[in-house]
Protein backbone atom coordinates (compact mmCIF):
# COMPACT_ATOMS: atom_id res chain seq x y z
CA UNK A 1 0.00 0.00 0.00
CA UNK A 2 2.74 2.21 1.04
CA UNK A 3 4.26 2.14 -2.46
CA UNK A 4 1.07 2.50 -4.28
CA UNK A 5 0.53 5.90 -2.47
CA UNK A 6 4.75 6.71 -3.21
CA UNK A 7 3.85 6.35 -7.06
CA UNK A 8 0.34 8.10 -6.98
CA UNK A 9 2.33 10.83 -5.41
CA UNK A 10 5.43 11.07 -7.53
CA UNK A 11 3.38 10.85 -10.86
CA UNK A 12 1.15 13.71 -9.39
CA UNK A 13 4.56 15.66 -8.66
CA UNK A 14 5.17 15.43 -12.33
CA UNK A 15 1.96 15.89 -13.48
CA UNK A 16 0.43 18.42 -11.62
CA UNK A 17 3.48 19.51 -8.81
CA UNK A 18 1.33 22.77 -7.88
CA UNK A 19 -1.26 20.27 -5.61
CA UNK A 20 1.93 19.13 -3.58
CA UNK A 21 3.36 22.91 -3.51
CA UNK A 22 0.12 24.13 -2.58
CA UNK A 23 -0.14 21.87 0.19
CA UNK A 24 3.68 22.81 1.61
CA UNK A 25 3.25 26.51 1.20
CA UNK A 26 -0.38 25.72 3.66
CA UNK A 27 1.11 23.22 6.45
CA UNK A 28 4.47 22.75 5.02
CA UNK A 29 7.71 23.79 7.32
CA UNK A 30 10.22 26.47 5.01
CA UNK A 31 12.82 23.23 4.84
CA UNK A 32 9.82 21.36 3.18
CA UNK A 33 9.44 24.29 1.07
CA UNK A 34 13.00 24.34 -0.12
CA UNK A 35 13.35 20.56 -0.58
CA UNK A 36 10.58 20.77 -2.95
CA UNK A 37 11.46 23.89 -4.91
CA UNK A 38 15.10 22.58 -5.28
CA UNK A 39 13.89 19.27 -6.44
CA UNK A 40 11.39 20.12 -8.90
CA UNK A 41 12.39 19.38 -12.45
CA UNK A 42 13.90 22.18 -14.48
CA UNK A 43 11.10 24.40 -15.97
CA UNK A 44 8.83 22.68 -13.94
CA UNK A 45 8.82 25.77 -11.14
CA UNK A 46 7.54 28.50 -13.37
CA UNK A 47 4.16 26.16 -13.96
CA UNK A 48 3.40 25.31 -10.87
CA UNK A 49 3.47 29.04 -9.00
CA UNK A 50 1.55 29.91 -12.10
CA UNK A 51 -0.99 27.48 -11.25
CA UNK A 52 -1.48 28.88 -7.29
CA UNK A 53 -3.90 31.18 -6.70
CA UNK A 54 -2.92 34.76 -5.58
CA UNK A 55 -3.35 34.53 -1.90
CA UNK A 56 -0.82 30.69 -2.14
CA UNK A 57 1.42 33.16 -4.42
CA UNK A 58 1.13 35.23 -1.40
CA UNK A 59 2.01 33.09 1.08
CA UNK A 60 4.79 31.31 -0.96
CA UNK A 61 6.63 34.26 -1.45
CA UNK A 62 6.57 35.24 1.96
CA UNK A 63 7.56 32.37 3.42
CA UNK A 64 10.59 32.20 1.59
CA UNK A 65 14.16 33.79 2.56
CA UNK A 66 14.71 36.80 0.05
CA UNK A 67 17.70 35.05 -1.64
CA UNK A 68 15.43 31.88 -2.18
CA UNK A 69 12.56 34.23 -3.59
CA UNK A 70 15.47 36.16 -6.00
CA UNK A 71 15.92 32.61 -7.29
CA UNK A 72 12.53 31.51 -7.86
CA UNK A 73 12.07 35.38 -9.52
CA UNK A 74 15.20 35.19 -11.28
CA UNK A 75 13.80 31.23 -12.97
CA UNK A 76 10.85 32.46 -13.91
CA UNK A 77 9.64 35.08 -17.37
CA UNK A 78 9.69 38.74 -16.68
CA UNK A 79 6.35 39.31 -16.94
CA UNK A 80 5.58 36.09 -14.45
CA UNK A 81 8.31 38.16 -12.00
CA UNK A 82 6.47 41.21 -12.28
CA UNK A 83 2.98 39.25 -11.35
CA UNK A 84 4.49 37.77 -8.01
CA UNK A 85 6.32 40.60 -6.76
CA UNK A 86 3.05 42.70 -7.84
CA UNK A 87 1.09 40.68 -5.26
CA UNK A 88 3.59 41.70 -2.05
CA UNK A 89 4.39 44.58 0.28
CA UNK A 90 6.93 46.60 -0.73
CA UNK A 91 9.21 46.27 1.63
CA UNK A 92 9.25 42.30 0.95
CA UNK A 93 9.51 43.13 -2.95
CA UNK A 94 12.44 45.35 -1.83
CA UNK A 95 14.29 43.02 -0.21
CA UNK A 96 14.03 40.19 -2.87
CA UNK A 97 15.14 43.43 -4.99
CA UNK A 98 18.18 43.48 -3.29
CA UNK A 99 19.30 39.63 -3.94
CA UNK A 100 18.72 40.62 -7.72
CA UNK A 101 21.72 40.92 -10.33
CA UNK A 102 21.85 45.06 -11.16
CA UNK A 103 20.17 44.28 -14.86
CA UNK A 104 17.48 41.82 -14.02
CA UNK A 105 16.43 44.56 -11.14
CA UNK A 106 16.61 47.32 -13.66
CA UNK A 107 14.64 44.67 -15.84
CA UNK A 108 11.76 44.19 -13.61
CA UNK A 109 11.69 47.91 -12.20
CA UNK A 110 11.09 49.04 -16.21
CA UNK A 111 8.22 46.56 -16.18
CA UNK A 112 6.44 47.71 -12.97
CA UNK A 113 3.71 50.42 -12.02
CA UNK A 114 5.48 53.93 -11.40
CA UNK A 115 3.43 54.11 -7.76
CA UNK A 116 4.39 50.87 -7.17
CA UNK A 117 7.99 51.06 -8.02
CA UNK A 118 8.53 54.52 -5.99
CA UNK A 119 7.54 52.72 -2.68
CA UNK A 120 9.57 49.79 -3.57
CA UNK A 121 12.77 52.02 -4.15
CA UNK A 122 11.76 53.86 -1.12
CA UNK A 123 11.98 50.58 1.17
CA UNK A 124 15.60 49.85 -0.48
CA UNK A 125 19.11 50.96 0.38
CA UNK A 126 19.40 54.31 -1.37
CA UNK A 127 22.27 53.74 -3.20
CA UNK A 128 20.80 50.57 -4.86
CA UNK A 129 17.55 52.54 -5.51
CA UNK A 130 19.55 55.17 -7.25
CA UNK A 131 21.83 52.63 -9.16
CA UNK A 132 18.17 51.13 -10.31
CA UNK A 133 16.67 54.48 -11.35
CA UNK A 134 20.06 54.93 -13.55
CA UNK A 135 19.92 52.18 -15.14
CA UNK A 136 15.81 52.03 -15.84
CA UNK A 137 16.88 55.55 -17.91
CA UNK A 138 18.41 53.23 -20.39
CA UNK A 139 16.51 51.40 -23.50
CA UNK A 140 16.23 48.06 -22.91
CA UNK A 141 18.34 46.87 -26.28
CA UNK A 142 21.36 49.29 -25.76
CA UNK A 143 25.03 48.55 -23.55
CA UNK A 144 22.74 50.52 -20.94
CA UNK A 145 19.75 48.55 -20.44
CA UNK A 146 21.94 45.34 -20.52
CA UNK A 147 25.05 46.05 -18.41
CA UNK A 148 25.78 44.76 -15.19
CA UNK A 149 27.23 46.96 -11.78
CA UNK A 150 28.43 43.97 -10.28
CA UNK A 151 32.37 44.08 -10.82
CA UNK A 152 35.40 44.39 -9.50
CA UNK A 153 37.49 47.74 -10.17
CA UNK A 154 40.10 48.99 -7.96
CA UNK A 155 42.27 52.27 -7.95
CA UNK A 156 45.40 52.46 -10.41
CA UNK A 157 47.61 52.96 -7.22
CA UNK A 158 46.88 49.85 -5.64
CA UNK A 159 49.30 46.71 -5.87
CA UNK A 160 49.12 43.44 -6.30
CA UNK A 161 49.27 42.12 -2.95
CA UNK A 162 46.07 44.80 -2.09
CA UNK A 163 43.95 43.24 -4.75
CA UNK A 164 44.47 39.86 -3.39
CA UNK A 165 44.28 40.65 -0.16
CA UNK A 166 40.59 42.41 -0.92
CA UNK A 167 39.82 38.94 -2.55
CA UNK A 168 40.45 37.15 0.37
CA UNK A 169 38.83 39.17 2.92
CA UNK A 170 36.02 39.96 0.92
CA UNK A 171 35.20 36.18 -1.05
CA UNK A 172 31.73 36.32 0.64
CA UNK A 173 30.87 38.91 -1.13
CA UNK A 174 31.77 38.82 -4.37
CA UNK A 175 30.78 35.13 -3.92
CA UNK A 176 27.83 36.06 -6.72
CA UNK A 177 29.66 38.00 -9.15
CA UNK A 178 31.00 36.44 -12.29
CA UNK A 179 34.96 37.30 -12.02
CA UNK A 180 36.80 36.71 -14.75
CA UNK A 181 38.37 39.98 -14.98
CA UNK A 182 39.07 42.77 -12.52
CA UNK A 183 38.90 46.86 -13.79
CA UNK A 184 41.57 48.92 -13.09
CA UNK A 185 40.44 52.62 -12.58
CA UNK A 186 41.63 56.32 -12.33
CA UNK A 187 40.16 58.50 -9.15
CA UNK A 188 37.91 57.97 -6.70
CA UNK A 189 38.08 54.83 -4.11
CA UNK A 190 36.00 51.63 -5.06
CA UNK A 191 36.43 49.65 -2.18
CA UNK A 192 35.50 50.17 1.49
CA UNK A 193 33.79 47.68 3.88
CA UNK A 194 30.23 49.04 2.71
CA UNK A 195 27.50 46.27 1.66
CA UNK A 196 27.82 46.62 -2.13
CA UNK A 197 29.89 49.34 -2.30
CA UNK A 198 31.25 48.61 -5.76
CA UNK A 199 27.69 48.12 -7.92
CA UNK A 200 27.23 51.64 -8.55
CA UNK A 201 27.89 53.54 -11.79
CA UNK A 202 29.84 56.51 -10.85
CA UNK A 203 31.58 54.97 -8.17
CA UNK A 204 34.18 52.98 -10.38
CA UNK A 205 36.55 56.26 -12.01
CA UNK A 206 37.72 56.29 -15.51
CA UNK A 207 39.25 53.06 -16.78
CA UNK A 208 42.38 52.72 -17.34
CA UNK A 209 42.78 49.15 -18.21
CA UNK A 210 41.55 45.55 -17.69
CA UNK A 211 43.25 43.06 -15.39
CA UNK A 212 43.28 39.41 -15.97
CA UNK A 213 43.13 37.83 -12.69
CA UNK A 214 45.91 34.78 -14.23
CA UNK A 215 47.57 37.91 -14.50
CA UNK A 216 47.29 39.01 -11.26
CA UNK A 217 48.01 35.48 -9.38
CA UNK A 218 51.60 35.39 -11.53
CA UNK A 219 52.28 38.38 -10.68
CA UNK A 220 54.96 40.07 -8.29
CA UNK A 221 53.03 41.11 -5.02
CA UNK A 222 54.55 44.47 -4.59
CA UNK A 223 54.18 45.47 -8.56
CA UNK A 224 51.55 48.01 -9.24
CA UNK A 225 48.29 47.18 -11.03
CA UNK A 226 48.81 49.32 -13.28
CA UNK A 227 51.32 47.80 -14.82
CA UNK A 228 49.66 44.24 -14.95
CA UNK A 229 46.61 45.60 -16.35
CA UNK A 230 46.23 45.36 -20.44
CA UNK A 231 45.99 49.25 -21.10
CA UNK A 232 44.89 49.02 -25.02
CA UNK A 233 41.01 48.37 -23.86
CA UNK A 234 38.27 47.51 -26.51
CA UNK A 235 35.15 49.39 -24.30
CA UNK A 236 31.61 50.53 -25.85
CA UNK A 237 29.56 53.28 -24.83
CA UNK A 238 25.92 53.31 -23.03
CA UNK A 239 23.97 53.98 -26.53
CA UNK A 240 25.70 50.71 -28.59
CA UNK A 241 22.37 48.78 -30.08
CA UNK A 242 21.86 45.76 -28.99
CA UNK A 243 23.01 44.06 -32.91
CA UNK A 244 26.39 46.37 -32.53
CA UNK A 245 26.93 44.67 -29.46
CA UNK A 246 26.37 41.27 -31.10
CA UNK A 247 28.61 42.25 -33.79
CA UNK A 248 30.82 43.14 -31.47
CA UNK A 249 31.23 39.92 -29.72
CA UNK A 250 30.90 37.82 -33.13
CA UNK A 251 34.39 39.40 -33.54
CA UNK A 252 35.94 39.31 -30.13
CA UNK A 253 35.40 36.18 -28.03
CA UNK A 254 35.18 38.05 -24.66
CA UNK A 255 33.09 36.97 -21.54
CA UNK A 256 32.24 40.33 -21.54
CA UNK A 257 33.25 43.99 -22.36
CA UNK A 258 33.10 47.36 -20.44
CA UNK A 259 30.35 50.06 -20.82
CA UNK A 260 32.02 53.64 -20.13
CA UNK A 261 30.46 57.20 -20.84
CA UNK A 262 32.32 60.12 -22.59
CA UNK A 263 34.67 61.15 -20.41
CA UNK A 264 35.70 56.94 -20.33
CA UNK A 265 34.64 56.58 -16.63
CA UNK A 266 33.23 53.23 -16.21
CA UNK A 267 29.84 52.76 -15.84
CA UNK A 268 28.86 48.48 -16.10
CA UNK A 269 29.97 45.42 -18.15
CA UNK A 270 28.06 44.08 -20.62
CA UNK A 271 28.32 39.92 -20.61
CA UNK A 272 28.68 38.05 -23.41
CA UNK A 273 25.19 35.35 -22.67
CA UNK A 274 23.29 38.51 -21.39
CA UNK A 275 23.45 40.05 -24.98
CA UNK A 276 23.05 36.21 -26.81
CA UNK A 277 19.75 35.88 -24.15
CA UNK A 278 18.74 39.71 -25.36
CA UNK A 279 18.45 38.72 -28.87
CA UNK A 280 16.70 35.00 -28.35
CA UNK A 281 13.95 37.26 -26.26
CA UNK A 282 13.73 39.89 -29.07
CA UNK A 283 13.60 36.78 -31.68
CA UNK A 284 10.46 35.05 -29.39
CA UNK A 285 8.76 39.07 -29.37
CA UNK A 286 9.14 39.32 -33.27
CA UNK A 287 7.57 36.11 -32.96
CA UNK A 288 4.82 37.02 -31.12
CA UNK A 289 3.90 39.86 -33.05
CA UNK A 290 3.89 37.84 -36.32
CA UNK A 291 1.00 36.14 -35.20
CA UNK A 292 -0.84 38.34 -33.22
CA UNK A 293 0.15 39.41 -29.97
CA UNK A 294 1.33 42.30 -29.71
CA UNK A 295 1.14 43.89 -26.16
CA UNK A 296 4.06 42.15 -25.25
CA UNK A 297 4.33 38.79 -23.17
CA UNK A 298 1.05 37.00 -22.22
CA UNK A 299 0.50 34.77 -19.54
CA UNK A 300 -2.68 32.93 -19.23
CA UNK A 301 -2.79 33.69 -15.63
CA UNK A 302 -3.68 37.29 -16.14
CA UNK A 303 -6.94 38.77 -16.04
CA UNK A 304 -9.37 37.69 -18.24
CA UNK A 305 -10.48 41.45 -19.07
CA UNK A 306 -6.70 42.25 -20.02
CA UNK A 307 -5.79 38.99 -22.25
CA UNK A 308 -8.99 39.48 -24.40
CA UNK A 309 -8.21 43.39 -24.71
CA UNK A 310 -4.35 42.51 -26.13
CA UNK A 311 -5.75 40.17 -28.53
CA UNK A 312 -8.82 42.33 -29.58
CA UNK A 313 -6.13 45.41 -30.41
CA UNK A 314 -4.49 43.00 -32.93
CA UNK A 315 -7.72 41.23 -34.31
CA UNK A 316 -10.17 43.94 -34.51
CA UNK A 317 -7.96 46.00 -37.41
CA UNK A 318 -8.17 42.48 -39.10
CA UNK A 319 -11.88 42.37 -39.54
CA UNK A 320 -11.38 45.76 -41.27
CA UNK A 321 -8.43 44.05 -43.52
CA UNK A 322 -10.21 41.44 -44.35
CA UNK A 323 -13.49 43.02 -45.37
CA UNK A 324 -11.22 45.50 -47.95
CA UNK A 325 -9.89 41.99 -49.13
CA UNK A 326 -13.19 40.34 -49.45
CA UNK A 327 -14.74 43.29 -51.40
CA UNK A 328 -12.42 41.58 -54.32
CA UNK A 329 -14.91 38.64 -54.12
CA UNK A 330 -18.40 40.52 -53.92
CA UNK A 331 -16.88 42.41 -57.58
CA UNK A 332 -16.62 39.29 -59.43
CA UNK A 333 -19.78 37.58 -57.31
CA UNK A 334 -21.36 36.30 -60.85
CA UNK A 335 -18.26 34.41 -61.52
CA UNK A 336 -17.92 32.79 -58.37
CA UNK A 337 -21.56 31.70 -58.90
CA UNK A 338 -21.35 30.24 -62.40
CA UNK A 339 -17.69 28.39 -61.22
CA UNK A 340 -18.77 27.10 -57.93
CA UNK A 341 -14.88 25.15 -58.09
CA UNK A 342 -13.28 28.85 -57.73
CA UNK A 343 -14.97 29.52 -54.42
CA UNK A 344 -13.36 26.40 -52.96
CA UNK A 345 -9.78 27.01 -54.70
CA UNK A 346 -9.76 30.36 -53.37
CA UNK A 347 -8.43 30.22 -50.07
CA UNK A 348 -5.88 27.53 -51.57
CA UNK A 349 -3.83 30.57 -53.76
CA UNK A 350 -4.65 33.31 -50.88
CA UNK A 351 -3.14 31.07 -48.34
CA UNK A 352 -0.15 29.96 -50.29
CA UNK A 353 0.66 33.77 -51.11
CA UNK A 354 0.51 34.65 -47.48
CA UNK A 355 2.91 31.69 -47.05
CA UNK A 356 5.12 32.78 -49.03
CA UNK A 357 5.31 36.76 -48.06
CA UNK A 358 5.68 35.14 -44.36
CA UNK A 359 9.09 33.48 -45.46
CA UNK A 360 10.17 36.50 -47.11
CA UNK A 361 9.18 38.39 -44.00
CA UNK A 362 10.82 36.91 -41.82
CA UNK A 363 13.98 36.91 -43.60
CA UNK A 364 13.86 40.57 -44.04
CA UNK A 365 12.95 41.18 -40.71
CA UNK A 366 16.12 39.00 -39.04
CA UNK A 367 18.78 40.40 -41.49
CA UNK A 368 17.23 43.70 -39.82
CA UNK A 369 17.81 42.82 -36.94
CA UNK A 370 21.44 41.30 -37.30
CA UNK A 371 22.14 44.54 -39.30
CA UNK A 372 22.78 42.65 -42.54
CA UNK A 373 20.29 44.79 -44.38
CA UNK A 374 19.48 48.38 -44.11
CA UNK A 375 15.73 50.05 -45.21
CA UNK A 376 17.06 51.95 -48.05
CA UNK A 377 18.64 48.77 -50.03
CA UNK A 378 15.23 48.34 -51.70
CA UNK A 379 15.95 47.41 -55.35
CA UNK A 380 18.24 44.89 -53.99
CA UNK A 381 15.65 42.86 -51.99
CA UNK A 382 13.50 42.93 -55.35
CA UNK A 383 16.48 41.49 -57.34
CA UNK A 384 16.86 38.73 -55.13
CA UNK A 385 13.68 38.22 -53.58
CA UNK A 386 11.62 38.65 -56.87
CA UNK A 387 13.65 35.50 -58.35
CA UNK A 388 13.51 33.25 -55.81
CA UNK A 389 9.59 34.46 -55.81
CA UNK A 390 9.19 33.57 -59.59
CA UNK A 391 10.92 30.40 -59.26
CA UNK A 392 8.43 29.14 -56.79
CA UNK A 393 5.78 29.94 -58.07
CA UNK A 394 6.26 28.73 -61.86
CA UNK A 395 6.69 25.65 -59.24
CA UNK A 396 3.44 25.74 -56.99
CA UNK A 397 1.26 26.88 -60.07
CA UNK A 398 2.48 23.81 -62.35
CA UNK A 399 1.15 21.66 -59.04
CA UNK A 400 -1.99 23.52 -58.74
CA UNK A 401 -2.55 23.84 -62.54
CA UNK A 402 -2.16 20.35 -62.71
CA UNK A 403 -4.33 19.95 -59.87
CA UNK A 404 -7.34 21.75 -60.96
CA UNK A 405 -7.21 19.95 -64.36
CA UNK A 406 -7.32 16.60 -62.97
CA UNK A 407 -10.10 17.83 -60.54
CA UNK A 408 -12.75 19.35 -62.93
CA UNK A 409 -11.22 17.58 -66.11
CA UNK A 410 -11.00 21.64 -67.78
CA UNK A 411 -7.91 22.89 -68.44
CA UNK A 412 -8.77 26.65 -68.48
CA UNK A 413 -9.47 25.94 -64.23
CA UNK A 414 -6.14 24.50 -64.80
CA UNK A 415 -4.68 27.56 -66.57
CA UNK A 416 -6.14 30.29 -64.55
CA UNK A 417 -5.52 28.88 -60.93
CA UNK A 418 -1.69 28.20 -61.76
CA UNK A 419 -1.08 31.38 -63.38
CA UNK A 420 -3.36 33.13 -60.43
CA UNK A 421 -0.46 30.72 -57.72
CA UNK A 422 2.86 31.75 -59.98
CA UNK A 423 1.62 35.63 -60.19
CA UNK A 424 0.42 35.68 -56.61
CA UNK A 425 3.51 33.47 -55.16
CA UNK A 426 5.46 35.98 -57.00
CA UNK A 427 4.11 39.10 -55.74
CA UNK A 428 3.72 38.24 -51.93
CA UNK A 429 7.80 36.81 -52.06
CA UNK A 430 8.45 40.26 -53.32
CA UNK A 431 6.23 42.60 -51.32
CA UNK A 432 7.23 39.97 -47.99
CA UNK A 433 10.83 40.63 -48.47
CA UNK A 434 10.02 45.10 -48.89
CA UNK A 435 7.49 45.51 -46.50
CA UNK A 436 9.73 45.20 -43.09
CA UNK A 437 12.16 47.79 -45.06
CA UNK A 438 9.35 50.57 -45.80
CA UNK A 439 8.03 50.12 -42.57
CA UNK A 440 11.43 50.28 -40.99
CA UNK A 441 11.76 53.54 -42.91
CA UNK A 442 8.45 55.09 -41.58
CA UNK A 443 9.65 54.35 -37.77
CA UNK A 444 7.14 51.44 -37.30
CA UNK A 445 7.93 48.26 -35.84
CA UNK A 446 8.02 45.43 -39.14
CA UNK A 447 7.21 42.72 -36.93
CA UNK A 448 4.35 44.39 -35.23
CA UNK A 449 2.58 45.42 -38.82
CA UNK A 450 3.83 43.61 -41.48
CA UNK A 451 2.13 40.53 -41.06
CA UNK A 452 -1.92 41.80 -41.06
CA UNK A 453 -0.69 43.95 -44.06
CA UNK A 454 1.08 40.95 -45.86
CA UNK A 455 -2.01 38.46 -45.15
CA UNK A 456 -4.59 41.16 -47.01
CA UNK A 457 -2.43 42.01 -49.71
CA UNK A 458 -2.05 38.63 -50.54
CA UNK A 459 -6.01 38.01 -49.96
CA UNK A 460 -6.60 40.97 -52.38
CA UNK A 461 -4.35 39.75 -55.02
CA UNK A 462 -4.22 36.39 -54.94
CA UNK A 463 -8.68 36.49 -55.26
CA UNK A 464 -8.03 39.47 -58.25
CA UNK A 465 -5.93 37.27 -60.07
CA UNK A 466 -8.23 33.97 -59.58
CA UNK A 467 -11.47 35.71 -60.45
CA UNK A 468 -10.18 38.29 -63.12
CA UNK A 469 -8.44 35.49 -65.34
CA UNK A 470 -11.39 33.09 -64.50
CA UNK A 471 -13.74 36.15 -65.83
CA UNK A 472 -11.95 36.41 -69.06
CA UNK A 473 -12.10 32.66 -69.90
CA UNK A 474 -15.33 32.62 -68.27
CA UNK A 475 -17.24 30.52 -71.76
CA UNK A 476 -14.50 27.67 -71.85
CA UNK A 477 -15.07 27.43 -68.11
CA UNK A 478 -18.79 27.09 -67.60
CA UNK A 479 -19.36 25.42 -70.93
CA UNK A 480 -18.13 21.93 -72.41
CA UNK A 481 -14.50 20.74 -71.83
CA UNK A 482 -12.48 20.93 -75.08
Not at 84 to 92: F, G, N, R, W
Not at 304 to 331: D, E, F, Q
Request: hydrophobic letters at 45%.
Amino acid sequence: MDSRENAIQESDRSTRPWHELREIVNRGSAEQLKQFLDELPAGETARAVSRLDDSDQIKLMIRLRPEMAAELVDGVSEAQAVELLELLPASDVAAILEELESDEQADIASEMDESDLEAILAAMDPQMAANIRRLTEYLPETAGGLMITELLSYRDDLTVQDVLDDLRHSAERYSDYDVQYAYVVQGSAVKDDSSKASRHPGDFGRLVGVLRLRDLLLSSPDKRIADVAIRETLVVGTQATLDELAAFFDRHHFFGVPVVDAENRLLGVVRRYDVEEALAERADDDNLKLLGIIAGEELRTMPLGSRAGRRLAWLVPNVLLNVVAISVIAYYEATVEQVVALAILLPLISDMGGNAGVQSLAVSIRELNLGLLRPHELIWVTLKESSVGLLNGVVLGLLVAVGGWIWQQNVYLGLVVGTAMLLNTLIATTIGGLMPLVLKRMNIDPALASGPILTTITDMTGFFFVLSLATLVLPQLVGPSP
